[in-house]
Every structure is written in structure tokens, then in C-alpha cells.
């Protein structure tokens, strides 16, 4: 990125931010449970989330005009599956003058008295390298749910879409963040499963990684908010419909082990292992 050169106002507030605040960067695939998440860390007295901002969940991508939001992509179930959404360090984008552009667009926003400043966009899990470009000191905390219930979740918004393009988005996104995460220095890749199972340990962790002081309240956490998910889908596995039957046979024949290599099942939906690290393939 360039040197600074002659800036304006907002642009020297734009520097300040950036040099003077530890940013914190949540995403994850749309209903893997970001927005709990989000508001569960920005309860930390250390950190601020994006608040009263107006726009759908307070998300950033909807208050700057510099990176495309998820819906120039195809929007929820979709975004992944497009090529162009994945934005790494070569991207043109990738300069001083958006990082500061953003933080600026983002600042009325925040609570700027607090060190750590947090935003969360669901198309951040593509494009990490990016904003890890613009923003070097940054710290990634991507959250990752079982495909089944993201995609039957994400079927309610997007009801002419098949399961199997919302499945390939899941897979399409986690596939590229997998690629992603070698170049990345500072991120946690987090299961949704493990948080809403342990949260406080979970949170503990996090906020030492860090480096909070004192603990994230564990609020807002819900171990149940996948069990009608869950149940659904068990029921298609024995339904008597024969269609229905036999679209559950075909998924989990055409998914299963791909989702083994994430460290999920389509059978045994309380399988979840950590997700897998590039060193360990």
C-alpha cells in the first residue's frame, strides 16, 4: 500500500483508527450464527460492536462503499458459489486509502473509547486476505455450523433454491476460507457447535486470545436454537414419502464426505470435530 501523503480530515481520522485500535473481524456463512456471536463479544466493556447503524443485523458490509456486499454476489445461499466474491491481497482494492475510507464509514458507529472495534459481514469468510491487506493488525474469528442446518435454515430465504446449490455454497465457502487460513496471522476458526455447547470455556479462550481482559459474558447463547433443524432432517432420513427419502439417500451419497473432511456428518448430526488446519492435511 502507498505512502501517506498529503490527507484530509477524514482521512487522518481514518489512519488514527486504524493504527491506534485492534480490529476484530467476524464472519461466517449467513445462519452459522455470527450475529449471537457478534453480540455476545461486543458485551465486553474492551470491545465495540457496530450499533444503532439502521441496516440489516448492524452489519458493515451494508455501511461502506468500498468492498461489494454479499448481495452484488447472489446474496444468502449464494454468494460463495461466485468466483469473484473471493477478494485476497492482490485485489486492487487493497490500498491505504480504503482501509482508511472504511474505518471512517464504520466510525459513527462504533464506540471509539474502547480499543478493540468489531465488525461482522457474512461475505468475510472469502475475503480475509483482503481485509487483512487493509488492515494488518486484524484478528479473524470466523464461525463456522453444521451444513445441514445452515442450509435448511438459508431454505427459508431462499425457497426456490435446491438444497444441493445451498450445500455447494456451504462447501464452496469453507473450502476457500480452508485455503485461506495458511496466509492468514491472526484468526479462529470457531464451530458453532462448541460454542453453544461450552460457551464460557469457549469465550475464555477467545478473550485470552485476544488478549480482553476479564471474561465475555456467556449471553445470548442458545444450545437449542439447531434442534428443529436437526429434526427435520432426521425425519426426512425415515420418512414414508419415497421422493423425500430418496433426496435425503442422495445428499448425504453426494455430501457425506466432504463433510467428514470438515468435521461434520450427514448422519450423525452430533458428530463435530475441530476444523481441519492446513498443516494437518
Given at each position: 500500500m502507498g505512502a501517506h501523503?498529503?490527507?484530509?480530515?477524514a482521512q487522518r481520522l481514518g489512519r488514527s483508527l486504524v493504527d491506534t485500535h485492534e480490529f476484530v473481524f467476524v464472519g461466517g456463512l449467513h445462519r452459522s450464527g455470527t450475529s449471537p456471536f457478534a453480540a455476545t463479544l461486543a458485551r465486553h466493556p474492551e470491545v465495540s460492536g457496530l450499533s444503532s447503524t439502521g441496516v440489516k443485523e448492524d452489519e458493515g458490509q451494508h455501511l461502506q462503499d468500498v468492498l461489494p456486499a454479499a448481495r452484488?454476489?447472489?446474496g444468502a445461499g449464494r454468494f460463495a458459489l461466485d468466483p469473484g466474491a473471493h477478494l485476497t491481497e492482490d485485489s486492487p482494492l487493497a490500498t491505504e486509502a480504503n482501509a482508511e475510507r472504511?474505518?471512517?464509514q464504520w466510525a459513527p458507529y462504533w464506540d471509539l473509547a474502547r480499543p478493540f472495534l468489531m465488525e461482522k459481514s457474512p461475505p468475510t469468510i472469502v475475503r480475509t486476505r483482503l481485509l487483512q491487506a487493509l488492515f494488518p493488525r486484524a484478528r479473524f474469528v470466523i464461525m463456522v455450523r453444521h451444513p445441514v442446518v445452515v442450509t435448511l435454515s438459508t431454505r427459508k430465504w431462499r425457497k426456490t433454491a435446491s438444497l444441493a446449490s445451498l450445500f455447494d455454497n456451504w462447501f464452496a465457502a469453507h473450502q476457500t476460507l480452508f485455503g485461506d487460513l495458511?496466509?492468514?496471522t491472526d484468526v479462529q476458526v470457531l464451530k458453532y457447535e462448541h460454542?453453544?455447547?461450552?460457551?464460557?470455556?469457549?469465550?475464555a479462550g477467545l478473550a485470552d486470545w485476544l488478549g480482553l481482559h476479564g471474561e465475555v459474558p456467556a449471553v445470548g447463547i442458545h444450545a437449542d436454537a439447531s434442534a428443529g433443524?436437526?429434526?427435520l432432517w432426521q425425519r426426512w432420513a425415515g420418512s414414508r414419502v419415497p421422493w423425500r427419502r430418496a433426496e435425503y439417500a442422495r445428499l448425504v451419497?453426494?455430501?457425506?464426505?466432504?463433510?467428514n473432511a470438515f468435521g461434520y456428518s450427514l448422519t450423525d448430526l452430533a458428530a463435530c470435530e475441530a476444523f481441519p488446519s492446513p498443516t494437518e492435511v
Open positions: 501523503g498529503q490527507r484530509g480530515p452484488v454476489h447472489g472504511m474505518a471512517v495458511g496466509r492468514l460454542l453453544v455447547q461450552a460457551p464460557r470455556p469457549t469465550l433443524y436437526e429434526e451419497e453426494r455430501y457425506e464426505t466432504r463433510a
